[in-house]
């Protein structure tokens, strides 16, 4: 599934479930992002991401610092060459980033 041409929340939503779930949290994929340095924690990073699109997904909700972090990625898809997994962190970036327009999982409902 291409998760930019889904436009049913719902279908985009399961897709992160399904491809988050992938990852292993190995850790294998952090060396290769430009962004994790420049961060105050481990979401600026791959691993750290995709745990945030996997709560936003489970949870509809994304604080105001996890959006921050998801929107800190570039989309270089450098973990994805190094993640053995092959997990699609750019897609599931993509995803949440098209769900928290969407309201599914809006920022700062965490924080109600």
């Known amino acids: 599934m291409d998760p930019g041409g889904s436009r049913d929340p719902g279908a985009l939503a399961e897709w992160v ?3 988050a779930s992938r ?7 952090e060396p290769s992002c430009p962004t994790l340095p420049l961060g105050p924690h481990r ?3 791959p691993r750290g991401r995709v745990y945030l699109a996997l709560a936003a997904v489970e949870e509809g909700r994304l604080t105001v610092e996890g959006l921050a972090s ?3 990625c570039l989309l270089c898809a450098a973990c994805t060459l190094a993640c053995p997994a092959g997990v699609d962190v750019p897609g599931v ?5 098209s769900l928290a327009r969407t309201g599914l999982a ?3 409902r965490a924080d109600a």
């Not at 970036?93 to 980033?97: D, I, K, L, Q």
């Open 106 to 108: 809006a920022p700062g």
């Open 23 to 29: 990852c292993m949290y190995c850790g294998l994929c």
């Open 93 to 97: 970036v993509r995803a949440v980033r």
């Open 70 to 72: 998801i929107y800190s």
């Open 43 to 45: 979401g600026y990073g």
């Open 17 to 19: 479930r399904g491809e």
